[in-house]
């Protein structure tokens, strides 16, 4: 019987993978893709924003975008904990769901700044 993986995708509230029977696992650091198999010594790897690729036999090939976060292998299990993480069958789809998904991120961080500066002002002017 081949040894397989359990993955694990965490964001800061909720699990949004649980997976059993994984066979490999490719996703994107600061230095490049990697890819992990079972037999893969265990590992830490800070992600940055990309797609997530695991095999499971039931599910085939899924892709994940993953926002930045942090990778862990010990053993036969993989963490991956980000910030964000959406799924789609589609890689066209996902994309346009990552674009759409950070561009209303990004407007929302931009206005909290904006907010937190007028905040911070009228503090000191006080």
Same mark, same amino acid.
């Given at each position: 019987?081949?040894? =397989?993986?359990?993955?694990?995708?965490? =964001?800061?509230?909720?699990?949004? /993978?649980?997976?059993?029977? &994984?066979?490999?696992?490719?996703?994107?650091?600061?230095?490049?893709?990697?890819? #992990?198999? %079972?037999? $893969?010594?265990?590992?830490?790897? %800070? =992600?940055? %924003?990309?797609?997530?690729?695991?095999?499971?036999?039931?599910?085939?090939?899924?892709?994940?975008?993953? *926002?930045?976060?942090?990778?862990?292998?010990?053993?036969?299990?993989?963490? &991956?904990?980000?910030?964000? /993480?959406?799924?789609?069958? *589609?890689?066209?789809?996902? !994309? $346009?769901?990552?674009? !759409?998904?950070? $561009?209303?991120?990004?407007?929302?961080?931009?206005?909290? !700044?904006?907010?937190?500066?007028? #905040?911070?002002?009228?503090? =000191? $002017? !006080?």
């Amino acid at each position: 019987m081949p040894m =397989l993986m359990n993955l694990k995708v965490l =964001l800061p509230f909720q699990v949004f /993978a649980d997976k059993t029977g &994984v066979s490999r696992i490719v996703a994107e650091t600061l230095d490049g893709s990697f890819g #992990l198999t %079972p037999h $893969r010594l265990d590992c830490v790897a %800070p =992600l940055t %924003p990309g797609i997530l690729i695991y095999e499971t036999e039931t599910d085939g090939e899924v892709c994940v975008a993953v *926002d930045d976060g942090v990778l862990i292998k010990n053993g036969l299990d993989v963490l &991956v904990s980000a910030r964000r /993480a959406m799924g789609s069958p *589609d890689l066209k789809q996902l !994309r $346009r769901l990552v674009d !759409r998904e950070f $561009r209303t991120s990004a407007g929302e961080e931009k206005s909290v !700044r904006s907010v937190m500066t007028k #905040l911070e002002s009228n503090l =000191l $002017r !006080r």
